[in-house]
């Protein structure tokens, strides 16, 4: 018998418990071994729960018992998560969480102690929800010298510009929209101005490349900015307006993380993600790309998550898994986003005539030695596909405003 | 140190080799131990190979080596692939393949031999090539209870399929297309007849439900009866048509897997999945569904999948995983396709007066008791997306002949 324990009865939480109860028989096969829900901390109470029996109000109840052997944190937040956690690990209990924000300040902190003794510390659930993305990078791909990753990582941005071009809606009516499905917070910051999608993007850096990168050293712009007009001109212009999320490996060794709305061309798998779907698309150098697409949150995805970690450590308990990245000290191998080398997609503040833009362009872009046919011209927007340095973007949208063709908006081109 | 070996030097053999030695430092420090490609084993010789001296004509040379943990099998075909793993297994040593013909059919006798020697057997770039799928959906989805799983497992016929809509062309030229790129066979049919996707559906169906389903039991069409006329039709109709390997689970427990084309509507992100590439769907009950996308074939791409489980059985070599089916003796589990529960796409030999074909859809199909709105009309064909059993299908398809609206070809719905 295997005894484990829930933190947090939360909408997580409770997914997990019920997961738990409901597919029992097929989870213990799974892991090998019968097992035992035995305790759920939460300082509410919840006297008519069918698990009131379980639940507890310190971690010292959890930590008391020697038969515990993972605890599986669905809190939310740094405190009093982390705490608990390392107290897990320093009694030899593994941890499960599907905690971020966690993880994204505190991983190498928790992964070196898990690692100091002989436990697991997993967090499949932290990105992309339902989404196996952890594992599959951290293992199945573990030959590949991993190149990029981009990924839509926050399902209630993805949703509200979806929602914008399907409806036809502005953002704070599709914002409004979410908050009404309960896809967005009241407090909706996390995800319109990126925080969460740059957590994930921290935590898939630091697998990825073996450093700790912190949420602090990433790039980071929301959808505030993105008009119906953007999302519009990005779907004549045969692609789509997502926040992405991305790290790329550059020539040096270094890595540029950012978050930040792109247009993304249709031919790419991700612009075709829509609703609170996440994706994310891993570029190696031998797989070339493999995408991962799913619910990134919710009740029960999340907990699949959650509850696939648990049989995962119950299953084997003091195997280590090399799941690990190290806290570098610095963060001077993160690059700034000036450093971003990309196309560019330009909406115009007015309709111009196009004939007249597409020569605009093709001048500039032989002026600068570029590919003057590397573009696609609409009359309020146009996309130029060849790759440019943050001088040459630059260059290319004041010579724009020179000319009277004022720019009201560009976002980079995602190119996998 | 730990020793390894590589059998068979064709096409994935050789990028498993190219690929351990491109990336050796990375992927000994994820192995967690240093790694040698002690033998190649192979019966024609390579005396220009930077590898020559690995290369041995027998596995009893690499059997006496008692060093040697893992052996790659990258051989193809049942015999001797079979034979070979059974005595590595038999002599303590781990196996990995990517050899579906052979897991589709001894699957559960190698896991078995696995399991008495406590040794792990993998088999990750047997189904979808360089895509995560077989640790995913064994160990990430571990806590849901698999209801269905829908995918793309065959490239080439995915290629065909792409080409002959984006193109024009008719299947005849589509396929010599293929052939001419590398990416179908001179001798097609384990490709276009759907063998191949065949073998990858058993060894997902065995994966997912617990007992071995061999390709013999299996429905298996392929795509030489598809037209250009269908595939325009399905675009048409918001659609495209894949050759989909499939496995239901059905209410009384037994499963239903099948190969065969079918129309997939534009809203299921695998309708988006062309050219050369894979995609998986699996659905549970905790996540809805997951999507796994990517190249399933090719040098590299297999060869990062077969590397990856190297690295995973050098890691955890005596710590066996519970990728487990059983032969269950009988296929009793296993139901025929006329229990095929599903909508129809259905294209005429000519076109139709668009509002009479509609009004006699509604009327057969009121006269069935559904909803005669579920449905989608062109001149020459239509999407019927009520749920409709084999009985149905059939009377749906007498009547439109009674009134002279010759139906030349029909397909089911995808419904995921």
């Known amino acids: 018998m295997k005894k484990f324990a829930v933190l947090g009865y939360g909408t997580v939480g409770s997914g997990v418990v019920e997961l738990f109860h409901r597919n029992e028989a097929k989870?213990?096969?799974?892991?090998?071994?019968?097992?035992?829900?035995?305790?759920?901390?939460?300082?509410?109470?919840?006297?008519?729960?069918?698990?009131?029996?379980?639940f507890v109000k310190s971690?010292?109840?959890?930590?008391?018992?020697?038969?515990?052997?993972?605890?599986?944190?669905?809190?939310?937040?740094?405190?009093?998560?982390?705490?608990?956690?390392?107290?897990?690990?320093?009694?030899?209990?593994?941890?499960?969480?599907?905690?971020?924000?966690?993880?994204?300040?505190?991983?190498?902190?928790?992964?070196?102690?898990?690692?100091?003794?002989?436990?697991?510390?997993?967090?499949?659930?932290?990105v992309g929800g339902a989404i196996p993305i952890i594992r599959p990078l951290h293992r199945c791909l573990a030959a590949n010298e991993i190149t990029a990753i981009f990924g839509i990582l926050n399902g209630t941005t993805n949703y509200i510009l979806n929602k914008m071009l399907t409806d036809g809606m502005r953002f704070e009516e599709a914002l409004e929209k979410a908050q009404k499905h309960g896809y967005a917070e009241r407090e909706p910051s996390a995800d319109v101005d990126g925080h969460d999608a740059c957590r994930k993007i921290c935590i898939l850096s630091s697998l990825a490349f073996g450093k700790h990168v912190y949420p602090e050293s990433v790039y980071t712009e929301g959808i505030r900015q993105i008009t119906l007009e953007d999302a519009y001109a990005a779907d004549a212009l045969d692609g789509a307006v997502k926040l992405i999320a991305s790290v790329i490996k550059l020539e040096d060794g270094r890595i540029l993380p950012a978050v930040m709305p792109m247009f993304v061309p249709h031919e790419n798998l991700i612009s075709r993600v829509d609703g609170v779907f996440n994706c994310v698309e891993v570029c190696g150098d031998a797989i070339d790309r493999a995408y991962f697409?799913?619910?990134?949150?919710?009740?029960?995805?999340?907990?699949?998550?959650?509850?696939?970690?648990?049989?995962?450590?119950?299953?084997?308990?003091?195997?280590?898994?090399?799941?690990?990245?190290?806290?570098?000290?610095?963060?001077?191998?993160?690059?700034?986003?000036?450093?971003?080398?990309?196309?560019?997609?330009?909406?115009?503040?007015?309709?111009?005539?196009?004939?007249?833009?597409?020569?605009?362009?093709?001048?500039?872009?032989?002026?600068?030695?570029?590919?003057?046919?590397?573009?696609?011209?609409?009359?309020?927007?146009?996309?130029?596909?060849?790759?440019?340095?943050?001088?040459?973007?630059?260059?290319?949208?004041?010579?724009?405003?020179?000319?009277?063709?004022?720019?009201?908006?560009w976002m980079p081109v995602m190119d996998a």
Chains 1, 2 share one sequence.
Not at 87 to 106: P, Y
């Open 27 to 54: 989870i213990e096969e799974k892991a090998g071994s019968p097992m035992e829900l035995a305790y759920i901390l939460d300082l509410r109470d919840f006297p008519d729960s069918p698990y009131a029996d379980k």
């Open 59 to 126: 971690i010292d109840t959890i930590l008391a018992d020697k038969e515990v052997t993972v605890v599986a944190e669905c809190m939310g937040g740094v405190e009093p998560a982390f705490t608990y956690l390392m107290r897990c690990l320093q009694n030899d209990i593994s941890v499960v969480t599907s905690n971020k924000e966690l993880i994204a300040q505190k991983g190498a902190e928790l992964l070196a102690e898990a690692k100091a003794h002989s436990c697991n510390c997993f967090f499949e659930a932290s």
């Open 293 to 409: 697409t799913g619910r990134g949150a919710g009740k029960m995805p999340t907990a699949s998550a959650v509850m696939g970690d648990v049989i995962e450590a119950v299953k084997h308990h003091k195997t280590v898994f090399s799941q690990f990245w190290i806290d570098a000290g610095t963060q001077d191998f993160v690059a700034g986003i000036d450093e971003l080398v990309s196309g560019m997609f330009i909406r115009f503040e007015a309709a111009q005539d196009v004939e007249a833009l597409a020569q605009n362009l093709s001048a500039i872009l032989i002026g600068i030695g570029h590919d003057e046919d590397a573009m696609d011209v609409i009359d309020n927007a146009c996309v130029i596909s060849v790759k440019l340095n943050a001088k040459e973007r630059a260059l290319i949208l004041d010579k724009l405003n020179e000319l009277g063709m004022k720019p009201a908006h």
